[in-house]
């Protein structure tokens, strides 16, 4: 019997996808690319790679959200469609009691399971932040790295908390504090400093001192946004009235 040539074999198709899955080839937000830049990249037939990724779905290994794309691991409940509900009902400090209870336990388990990509990436996304001017750019960056290191912790129920926590960051109040919160020169010399010791400590496999690096990241994040919207409560009452 022949074999049927390898770029329309559905099998040689889903063992180069499972490759690609192992070794983290896929952007920061867990998305695979198109089954078009499937196929160029690995020389396979569209449809091999279509029956390919229906495998893959089958197993859990990937996700299909219509009109958006594939994304890797199983895909979220339901709970996620409320997310816009859940997060317009909480307030900045909510957000942070809890980004403070599992963004350092994140860290932890990225400190044992990191790959040598995984930190590269990390290293590429910390640089990004330190040489952006603008707030938005640096908030957008700064939000890729912690989903990097929360995507490295490889816990999908963990991620998919921490992707409810940081919808956050697309509410225009929020971008707003965070720009006047960081506007101090020595705050985001702190900040990025504070970053590389997180990467260190996950590069060197030590999940006591990433989860203790992320967590100083974190307190420093939540007393200048405590700074920050006492000072803004002073501007719109200055005489200290109780409403």
Do not use: C
Not at 216 to 233: A, C, G, K, P, V
């Amino acid at each position: 019997m022949t074999d049927a040539p390898p770029m329309e074999n559905s099998n040689y198709a889903l063992e180069k996808l499972r490759d690609l899955l192992r070794n983290g080839d896929f952007g920061t937000d867990g998305k695979l690319p198109t089954e078009r830049t499937l196929s160029d990249r690995l020389g396979l037939s569209r449809r091999a790679i279509r029956r390919a990724l229906e495998v893959l779905e089958a197993e859990g290994s990937i996700w299909r959200k219509q009109g958006s794309g594939t994304y890797v691991g199983q895909k979220p409940s339901e709970w996620s469609d409320h997310v816009e509900t859940i997060v317009a009902g909480t307030n900045f400090m909510e957000i942070m009691e809890v980004r403070l209870r599992i963004e350092p336990q994140l860290a932890q388990l990225a400190a044992m399971r990191a790959k040598p990509g995984d930190i590269e990436r990390m290293r590429e996304l910390a640089q990004k932040i330190h040489v952006r001017e603008d707030a938005d750019g640096k908030e957008l960056w700064d939000g890729a790295l912690h989903r990097q290191i929360a995507q490295t912790a490889g816990n999908l129920l963990f991620l998919s908390i921490f992707d409810m926590i940081n919808r956050v960051r697309q509410d225009e109040a929020w971008q707003t504090i965070r720009e006047r919160a960081r506007s101090n020169a020595n705050t985001m010399s702190i900040s990025n400093a504070q970053h590389t010791a997180i990467i260190n400590a996950i590069a060197a496999r030590d999940p006591a001192k990433a989860g203790e690096a992320m967590r100083q990241h974190l307190l420093m994040l939540q007393e200048r946004l405590i700074r920050q919207t006492s000072m803004d409560h002073l501007e719109d009452d200055p005489i200290g009235n109780v409403s």
